[in-house]
């Protein structure tokens, strides 16, 4: 492990020094949209490592600019989802997010699992769940390029990804500081200065976060409201460009989150607020012994990322260039929580996740008259690890979860806890409290290889074809261990009592926890190889100079998994519980058409995305998650996006998605699955609104986006259950103000949820799998005002 450590940076060192001209400019290269006028399909994008409109991408992809994010009001990547279709970002916390594209979701937190969604930030996938999420600011662009991209993007793109490209310096001096103040003390900072000429330009950008938590936490022992924020996000920028044939870029990011805990509020348990609501105030007390059991005594996420990128690229010819980019990123995060959502001393625990990720590109790129293409190689490496330990009380816990004495609940009406008696009654006194703890890691090694091949012939000047292929070769290292003493309380139960809570729950005898197989801290191993061929087929025909019809055959895959656990044998010992978990394969058949017509721009596009071996996550009895095969899946769909230019003060925008995405209903393996909705995926989603941005007189303008999003039906886990699911939702969004100066001054109002629409973020969760599902409530109305002065 430490092998691979320092050899990662030795090997991003040296690209530094020799300026390797770096790596594939994926959709991640530098281009200044501001002042540029483009729009929709007239954006220009890198996704296939070229610089094109939108309009003649032959895949479909929604590219954002960073000047239309500001004017969304869109300040995190859970709110971009709300207008690009068939994207869905959930946020369950910053340690805890889950991407969806076109209804697969990538959010597994083990490290032994892969991704299925490909982030890239600067070029580089950092798609790893626990270490992937960071703030938005002074961005250049994002694209959310649909369908699988293994030849663009690597094998994590099984479904799409999504591209961060933050802005990049510029010759001039230019500054810009923004300041906002809303509801729950809400306040941010953020800004920018930039500096340089065409030799030599630097940016350093921030932003500063801060807000009350919107869920009141009645526990004294907590000192803050749930869901509170405090992030930090700094980034810096150093451009070289010795001569005309090379440019190299330098980026530095930093994150850090200092947040309150998730508001896991029981649906069954209530709090002396009143019976359970997860819209009510919550009771969420954690451990007495969090601080010596789980890392610290207050519920909520300390997290932080470090990342750094270097990109070259060197024009070798008139029509070849080499680029090459090379990318080191590390997080270390610890997130305390109450998953049974009560007071109770229940369910107590805490994840640890640390990881590093390293990952070297180069690519060899030609664009000619009537053909262009690229060819190269890739290397990532990971190295991660996920800690899980708990904290209960063993008279509380065995009451909570099996009733063991009749008539006493595990909550009373009032909020009272009287499970906290049991061990008292049970003993006669003699003890009040047996604490208890555990934990489990699980741990893994990923190396991967791949040498790809990406072309496209101009056949005639209507007509583009398009073919590529990844080979990739992996190697996947799995690591398990636990330590899960038995519990005490058992030997000291009435003889009778104890017979039925064991034949009832018979891994009492070794663990506290149901399915939890200690290993006495002992590591189990496991190893395996993998290799695959990932191809694409692209057809781009111009039916008219507007008019853009597109093609496309793709292949995906989520890598298997190298599943490692710990069971029991016959004669109760520990043993390892391993299993190959298939990969899961996707064949993606899509077509559409593009229409770029003076003020009209739009798409629409038309997929069936076909799955084997298709992948899902299911909760243990000790609360981890499980990879299980689900059989085959299909989905259907169709994505369409509007803008028109109404006047040269009005803008109009509309987009939606209808998307069916389920297990097949004949689907052998797991019965249980059959006909059941992808999670996390709305049957349809859109959103409209429109922009005014019209002089007004003596330098000032105003400005204006009210947007509407809706959404239909989600359902939080697989098997599908209306218990824990999502109604349809729709939100009203704004932001409008006034601008002073010619554009150096500003003030803004924004406005989100401004129904203060009540809705769930998530639902079920580690509670439902020890029979009490946990809800999030999602953001109320938030609102607030932003002073922005620039310099330039």
């Known amino acids: 492990m430490n092998v691979r450590y320092a050899s990662a940076r030795l090997l991003l060192a040296s690209t530094a020094l020799v300026a390797c001209p770096a790596l594939a400019q994926d959709a991640t290269d530098t281009m200044d949209l501001e002042g540029t006028g483009q729009s929709g399909n007239e954006i220009v994008v890198t996704a296939q490592k070229f610089e094109q409109r939108a309009q003649d991408v032959p895949i479909t992809i929604s590219a954002l600019s960073g000047e239309r994010i500001e004017e969304l009001g869109v300040s995190d990547l859970d709110e971009l989802s709300n207008y690009v279709p068939g994207l869905n970002v ?40 626990r270490g992937s999420y960071q703030s938005i600011y002074d961005l250049d662009r994002i694209e959310v390029i649909k369908g699988p991209q293994a030849t663009l993007f690597g094998t994590a793109s099984a479904v799409g990804a999504i591209s961060i490209v933050p802005a990049r310096p510029e010759p001039g001096v230019s500054a810009e500081l923004s300041g906002a103040y809303g509801n729950f003390d809400y306040t941010k900072l953020s800004g920018f200065v930039n500096a340089g000429n065409d030799k030599v330009a630097g940016r350093i950008a921030f932003e500063w976060k801060k807000r009350d938590g919107y869920v009141e936490n009645l526990n004294p022992s907590q000192e803050e409201a749930l869901y509170a924020l405090d992030n930090l996000g700094l980034r810096a920028s150093l451009r070289l460009t010795p001569n005309d044939d090379l440019t190299i870029d330098l980026v530095g990011t930093f994150d850090r989150q200092r947040n309150g805990g998730t508001p896991f509020i029981s649906g069954t348990l209530p709090t002396e607020a009143g019976p359970a609501d997860p819209f009510d105030p919550a009771n969420l007390g954690g451990s007495p012994l969090s601080a010596e059991v789980l890392g610290k005594d207050q519920l909520g996420l300390d997290r932080e990322i470090y990342d750094l990128n270097l990109t070259a690229e060197y024009a070798i010819a008139d029509d070849w260039t080499f680029t090459t980019v090379n990318g080191y990123r590390e997080f270390d995060s610890l997130e305390t929580f109450d998953a049974d959502g009560s007071a109770a001393w229940f369910l107590e625990f805490a994840e640890i996740a640390k990881g590093w990720q390293f990952s070297h590109e180069g690519r060899f790129a030609y664009s000619g008259t009537n053909l262009r293409g690229s060819f190269g190689w890739n290397y990532f490496t990971e190295d991660g690890r996920q800690t899980v330990p708990f904290s209960g009380e063993e008279g509380t816990f065995l009451q909570c979860l099996t009733r063991a004495v009749p008539n006493v609940p595990c909550v009373a009406a009032d909020g009272s806890v009287p499970a906290s008696q049991v061990l008292a009654a049970l003993t006669g006194g003699a003890l009040t409290q047996l604490p208890y703890r555990s934990v489990y890691e699980n741990q893994g090694q990923n190396d991967s290889y791949s040498v790809f091949a990406d072309g496209t012939w101009l056949a005639t000047d209507r ?56 290993t006495g801290g002992q590591p189990y191993t496991a190893q395996d190889d993998f290799f695959d061929v990932l191809p694409r087929f692209n057809v781009l025909y111009r039916a008219t100079d507007d008019v853009n019809l597109y093609a496309t055959v793709s292949k995906g895959r989520r890598s298997a998994v190298v599943q490692l656990g710990a069971t029991r044998d016959s004669q109760g010992n520990a043993v390892p519980d391993y299993q190959l978990v298939p990969e899961e394969v996707v064949w993606n058949y899509e077509a559409g058409v593009k229409v770029s017509s003076g003020p009209v721009s739009a798409s629409l596009g038309a997929y069936y995305l076909d799955y084997s071996g298709f992948q899902v996550s299911v909760l243990q009895d000790d609360g981890s998650s499980r990879t299980e095969s689900a059989g085959s899946a299909a989905n259907l769909g169709l994505e369409a996006e509007l803008a028109v230019q109404a006047t040269p003060w009005l803008s109009l925008f509309a987009n939606g998605a209808y998307i069916d995405a389920k297990v097949d209903e004949d689907s052998a393996l797991t019965p249980a699955y059959s006909g059941a909705r992808f999670r996390l995926q709305p049957k349809w989603q859109g959103a409209a609104g429109f ?102």
């Open 691 to 792: 922009t005014v941005d019209a002089p007004v007189g003596n330098g000032m303008r105003f400005f204006a986006t009210p947007s509407i999003t809706h959404r239909s039906r989600i359902y939080f886990e697989m098997p599908n259950s209306e218990l824990l699911s999502q109604d349809a939702v729709t939100l009203l969004n704004a932001r409008a103000g006034l601008s002073f100066a010619e554009d150096r001054f500003e003030i803004a109002g924004f406005i989100r949820n401004a129904t203060d629409e009540d809705y769930l973020l998530d639902a079920g969760n580690t509670g439902g799998a020890f029979g009490i599902p946990t809800f999030i409530p999602a953001e109320p109305r938030f609102y607030g005002v932003e002073l922005t002065g620039r310099f330039f």
């Open 90 to 129: 959930q946020e369950q916390s910053a340690n805890n997010p889950g991407i969806v594209i076109r209804g697969v979701t990538s959010d597994s937190g083990s490290a032994q699992q892969g991704p299925r969604v490909t982030l890239y930030y600067n070029g580089v996938d950092i798609s790893r769940s």
């Open 463 to 518: 007509l583009e074809l398009t073919a590529g292929v990844r080979l990739l070769w992996e190697d996947r290292q799995s690591g398990y261990s636990a330590t899960a003493p038995a519990p005490v309380l058992i030997g000291l139960l009435p003889a009778e009592m104890r017979q039925a809570l064991l034949a009832a729950l018979p891994s009492l005898a070794y663990s506290l926890i149901p399915g939890q197989t200690d």
